[in-house]
Every structure is written in C-alpha cells, then in structure tokens.
C-alpha cells in the first residue's frame, strides 16, 4: 500500500464527530497516516447548545509546530490541511509557520496545501469578520492547491451571491483570476431549488456540477468529513480535479449521511408518522466505514454538467 502522509490542522472535541474527529478516522481508514494538530479543545461542538473548553492559543500553536519540526521533515506530508481556526491570530500564525515550510522547500518537493476556509454557513458566520482577510492573504501565497468553501463561504469571499450558473461563473473566473488557486470545489451550490458540488481547475478552465441528492436534514461535521473524502481523492487521483472524483465524495458522503440519518431514527424510536428529524449532531463515521473505501466514480456520471 501507498505510504500517505497528512498533517491535519483543525478543531477537536472530547465527543462528537466534527474538525479533526470526523477527519482522521477515515483518512486512516483509507491508508493515511495522519497527524492531528488541534485548534481546540473542547467538551463537543456547540451544535449540542453548550460546551466547554478552550481554543489554542496562537503560541502554543506555534510551540507545537516548532516542536513537530525539530522531529519530522514537514517535506514528507503530501498533504497539509487547514480547517477551522477560532481566530485571525491563530489563522495568521498557522499560515506564517506553513509559509517558512514552504519557502525551505523551494521548488523542491513539497506538501500539497488544501485549505477548508471555514467560515460560516446558512447565511451567518461561525467566526470573526477579521478571518476573513487571513484566508484571502492565504489564498495570495501562491502556495495553496485546492480550496473546499461551501455556498455561504464563497460568497463572503468573493462578494457575490450566487443565485444563478452565471452568478457562479463570474464568481470563480475572477476569484480564478485574483488568486490563481489550481482547484476550486466548492462543497454545495443552491440553484433553483436544487444542490450542486461545483468543481474547477484553473489550467483547463474546466467547470462542472454535479447534483447532490439531498437529505431534508442538517448533519454537524459534514463539510470537515467532504474535505477528508476530498483529500483522499485528490491524492488518489494525481492531485487533480475531475467529474469522477467528485462523483464518488458525493455519493460517499451520501451515504454516510443516509446511514446515520437512519440510525438516529432508530435511536430516537422514530417512526413514518412522526415529524422528520431535522438534525443529527453526529455523523456515524464509524458505523459507516464501509462505504469510506467502496469505489463510487460512475454512480452519477449521467448527471454532470460542463458550465
């Protein structure tokens, strides 16, 4: 089996599946050997109404890469992914700290950087407006491969909200043009009452959607599990973006969802007759494993659309 390394640089909880905890167990599911640097570390994620806990401090942050450095060769990872971070001091030191890395590979070797610019969804933010020109300054660098924003984050980031293909388009040609980022995916697009994962790639100037079936339910810790599916595929494929990759993390981050939707069912005693269930604040990350490895690349191919 292929040697896959990955340093993983997100929240973390005690309970729950979200950040790095709905992260790591399928990356190594999938034959990754993962490293996890935590942005948090708190009791669960605030979907529960409460928690507790405390955000890592940016010093500790970078006292723990300084020390992560002095025993391992950040060369060696093929991918360094950044997801949530709880504030612009902590987004600036991880970026500063990835920076030096990168700039003492040179032109050598070096990890392919995928950043989750975690933001916020369904019209309201999670963090600070001050994140928010950290991630551009990021994307700036030169240095990142592919980006993993949902609706909500592309839109904060770019100005434009995107009611219509055209909409899309013009959002990602200039984002394409100010940024030059090689791979643009953004997770869920909402056009005309249906959900889209919509795909880019800067040097063919190829843009594709594919459909996502939907599930009338909101599921804590789906965009940091689409982004560890992602990883996988990009690697797998060569580090490049195509319908078929983004077919099979569609159609496995289904049904991952479906399995635990129906198990929350089961849990709760629910039945036909009762009000649906509106939220599951864990995804059965590992009661589900079996569909992390299953091969999906042709279950929906029928349904892409070049834009």
Not at 17 to 42: C, E, I, K, S
Not at 255 to 260: A, G, N, Q, Y
Not at 265 to 282: A, G, M, W, Y
């Amino acid at each position: 089996m292929d040697n896959k390394s990955l340093l993983s640089i997100s929240s973390h909880v005690v309970h729950g599946y979200v950040g790095n905890r709905v992260m790591v167990f399928p990356l190594q599911y999938a034959g990754w050997d993962v490293d996890a640097l935590n942005t948090t570390n708190y009791s669960n994620h605030p979907g529960y109404g409460s928690f507790t806990g405390s955000p890592t401090t940016p010093d500790s942050l970078v006292e723990i890469i300084e020390g992560l450095k002095k025993i391992h060769d950040f060369r060696t990872y093929d991918i360094i992914l950044t997801g949530y971070a709880t504030t612009a001091d902590v987004l600036q030191a991880i970026k500063d700290e990835l920076i030096k890395v990168f700039q003492k590979v040179g032109t050598g070797k070096r990890p392919r950087w995928i950043v989750d610019p975690i933001l916020g969804d369904n019209g309201r933010l999670y963090v600070s407006e001050k994140v928010i020109p950290v991630y551009k300054d990021i994307f700036s660098t030169g240095y990142v491969s592919l980006i993993t924003p949902n609706q909500f984050e592309f839109e904060t980031l770019t100005g434009v909200k995107l009611e219509s293909w055209q909409d899309v388009k013009e959002a990602i040609n200039e984002f394409d043009q100010t940024y030059k980022i090689e791979n643009i995916v953004i997770s869920s697009v909402s056009i005309d009452g249906q959900l889209y994962c919509v795909g880019y790639t800067s040097s063919t100037k190829k843009l594709f959607s594919i459909p996502i079936r939907e599930i009338p339910c909101n599921f804590n810790g789906c965009g940091d599990l689409f982004t560890a599916l992602l990883s996988n595929a990009f690697y797998n494929n060569n580090f490049a973006i195509t319908p078929e990759l983004i077919s099979d993390v569609v159609t496995k981050l289904h049904k991952i969802l479906e399995f635990s939707y129906e198990d929350e069912c089961k849990k709760q005693n629910h039945t036909s007759t009762d009000e649906p269930i509106k939220l599951v604040r864990d995804i059965r990350v590992i009661g589900a494993k079996e569909f992390l490895v299953r091969d999906y690349t042709h279950e929906l191919l029928h349904e892409v659309v070049y834009l």
